[in-house]
């Protein structure tokens, strides 16, 4: 199947940065360039960081819940700010010895679990941020939570292709029956509405348990102590759990995507793998786990997490931003309303930037000033990901932790794509790489 960030960076080669085309009379752009999408997502910011306006069929769904999707206000900056405070640059090191712990547990039991190595992947995503937001730990993604949390990353797959939420606008769409055609897009965002709902309950009553717990130490629990039971107003109150379920949705989308192509790279790349692998055994010794004190001096580790994040971006056409005002770039008149799609894929793969693009080369980051604004799997303007520092670190710490103690195995079927949707790591697909515990190096071996 072509997947459309694919058809979009054909036809950008084709017929320049910018595709623009219209659906019931809405219209849609997709930008192709680095360079376009800075002079419009990032300059012109202000005017570029609205969502897709909410319908009935939203409504159902309660899109609204997530800052990712909120529209652009007053509301969102309140929402933004509380998300910004809890997990900007240096509140994320707060959380850092909670993805120490849980990256750990993820290597002792990697090798004797019954779960798939992408349903481990998955967990570990989660628990992390469960633990570090509700306090709670999980031993599999089989629970209600975490696996909810997948279902929603799995419909984000259609809800964020350019275009697909155009039959939004058709009348009375919302009341259609299943069987009707266009009926689906009912049933479709119903689902997605019972989902943010299970995990909405048991985050509640996860935030109601902590209530009489004085002992109970995580982000929730420090939010909901700053008041006083009495002066908490249900609008603060929905905005923390909001902020939770957030934090949830997106642990399961950028961290499980990254760490998934992480393995399939390792798999496909052993002498990444082996160059790696030296030089942690060079820096801190063989079979050590890093620290995030190392992360410095270990920058083939740092280049492997950064071509993990170039190589397949977890969302390749990101989230729709929606422009406000109607706005003049370069020749190009961009209407008020329109959906914007940074094709991050297109990007990410510019062969004027990125030599052998389809290639897996971390030495294309050493030697450069790199920064985790660089990173474009983040998102653009005032949308850029809000979790981004602590996706970071959970990403970067894992990376390092597997390829110090672990050595990954080559998969049967080599043809990458295979393993992706247009909305990150397919679901329908196994990781089936083998991943076995480094030996010891012989006597030999260290005294070559």
């Known amino acids: 199947m072509i997947k459309p960030c694919f058809t979009y960076a054909e036809w950008g080669k084709e017929y320049g940065d910018l595709i623009h085309f219209t659906r019931f009379g809405r219209h849609y752009l997709v930008i192709n360039s680095l360079e376009a999408a800075n002079d419009i997502l990032e300059r012109q910011a202000r005017l570029t960081s609205d969502r897709p306006v909410h319908t009935e069929l939203d409504q159902i769904a309660t899109m609204e819940r997530g800052l990712a999707m909120a ?4 509301g969102w900056r309140i929402y933004r700010r509380l998300m910004h405070e809890n997990f900007r640059a240096e509140a994320s090191i707060d959380y850092r010895p909670i993805e120490i712990k849980h990256v750990q547990k993820f290597l002792d039991g990697i090798d004797s679990s019954e779960m798939s190595l992408k349903d481990q992947v998955s967990t570990l995503s989660q628990v992390i941020m469960l633990d570090s937001v509700y306090g709670v730990e999980i031993s599999s993604n089989k629970g209600d939570m975490p696996q909810h949390a997948r279902d929603l990353v799995e419909l984000n797959d259609s809800l964020f292709i350019p275009g697909w939420g155009a039959f939004k606008s058709i ?47 995580s982000l929730m629990a420090k939010l909901m102590s700053e008041k006083r039971p009495q002066e908490r107003s249900s609008g603060d109150i929905e905005l ?29 790349y052993s002498d990444v793998q082996r160059k790696a692998q030296q030089e942690l055994d060079t820096v801190i010794g063989h079979g050590k786990i890093p620290t995030f004190d190392d992360r410095s001096s270990l920058p083939y580790i740092d280049a492997v997490y ?81 979790g981004r520092y602590m996706a970071n670190d959970t990403i970067w710490i894992t990376i390092a932790s597997i390829l110090a103690t672990k050595n ?41």
């Open 408 to 448: 990954i195995s080559s998969l049967p079927n080599e043809n990458v794509e295979d393993y992706f949707s247009d909305g990150g790591f397919c679901s329908t697909k196994s990781l089936d790489c083998k991943v076995t515990s480094r030996p010891r190096p012989r006597a030999s071996d260290r005294d070559q």
């Open 71 to 74: 529209s652009y206000g007053d």
């Open 240 to 268: 923390i759990k909001n902020m939770g379920m957030q934090a949830i949705g997106a642990a399961a989308d950028t961290t499980m995507s990254a760490i998934c192509t992480f393995f399939l790279a390792m798999s496909l």
């Open 306 to 386: 950064r071509e993990v994040m170039r190589w397949h971006p977890a969302v390749p056409l990101g989230l729709p931003h929606v422009s406000t005002e109607d706005i003049y770039y370069k020749n190009y008149y961009i209407p008020k309303g329109t959906a914007i799609s940074a094709n991050i894929w297109a990007m990410t793969h510019d062969e004027s930037q990125f030599g052998k693009p389809d290639q897996f080369i971390p030495e294309r980051h050493l030697n450069k000033k790199n920064n985790i604004n660089s990173i474009l799997a983040y998102g653009f303007g005032r949308r850029v990901c809000v």
């Open 171 to 217: 009348p009375f769409i919302h009341l259609l029956p299943s069987w009707f055609p266009g009926g689906r897009h009912r049933v479709t965002h119903e689902k997605l509405s019972k989902v943010m709902e299970v995990v909405a309950e048991n985050l509640w009553g996860t935030m109601k348990a902590m209530e009489s717990d004085e002992s109970h130490s």
